[in-house]
């Protein structure tokens, strides 16, 4: 029979860290959360989101199949350059899994987010969380992908031929990190 290694849901800042990776690499959906499941038997549930590079050029909708029938579009793909701060970065991503793990009590926490220029279609980040009840897995990832979104420090660059412009965080997601600060004072 196996034993629950269940770790207090109180970490410090540098076992936090542990459970952030930023950088270029890829990752594998099924590893991460196998690593993250090991030996913890008082798993009930496990949460994962992975986002993804979308097309986000207005045109995409009707792409036609003939690349001259679209001068407006360069033959070259859409794709998106991320950067970030290191060191700043994985801090400020480690002290809101510091804060997950306490809110919600999860157990297990794996945050992967990839910088540099990535293709359409790529991974971009993961979020697992690992808990007792699935309540806990869900609103810690929750909570967790809607502040990456708009207070972890990365500028996202979305590029297609010439034309490049820089991202701001938009308004829907502002609203969604909202609910945590209004929760929290419920509390």
Do not use: N
């Not at 860290?17 to 549930?45: I, K, Y």
């Not at 036609?64 to 700043?88: C, F, K, V």
């Not at 992967?112 to 009840?133: D, F, K, M, N, Y």
């Amino acid at each position: 029979m196996g034993h629950s290694s269940h770790a207090p849901s109180v970490i410090t800042l540098e076992q936090a860290l542990a459970c952030v990776r930023v950088g270029p690499d890829d990752f594998d959906l099924g590893a991460e959360v196998a690593a993250l499941r090991a030996a913890d038997t008082g798993v009930g549930a496990v949460v994962s989101f992975v986002g993804t590079v979308r097309e986000w050029r207005e045109a995409a909708r009707a792409i036609p199949e003939d690349p001259s029938d679209r001068p407006d579009q360069p033959d070259q793909p859409a794709t998106m350059e991320l950067e970030h701060y290191p060191g700043m970065t994985e801090r400020s991503i480690a002290e809101l899994v510091v804060q997950a793990r306490q809110r919600f009590d999860v157990r297990g926490v794996r945050v992967i987010h990839r910088v540099g220029p990535l293709s359409v279609g790529e991974q971009i980040v993961l979020v697992a969380v690992t808990a007792a009840h699935r309540q806990q897995a869900f609103d810690g990832a929750a909570f967790l992908m809607d502040w990456l979104k708009t207070r972890a420090p990365f500028w996202k660059k979305e590029i297609a031929g010439a034309d490049a412009r820089w991202v701001d965080a938009r308004e829907s997601d502002e609203a969604a990190a909202r609910r945590w600060q209004t929760e929290e004072r419920k509390a």
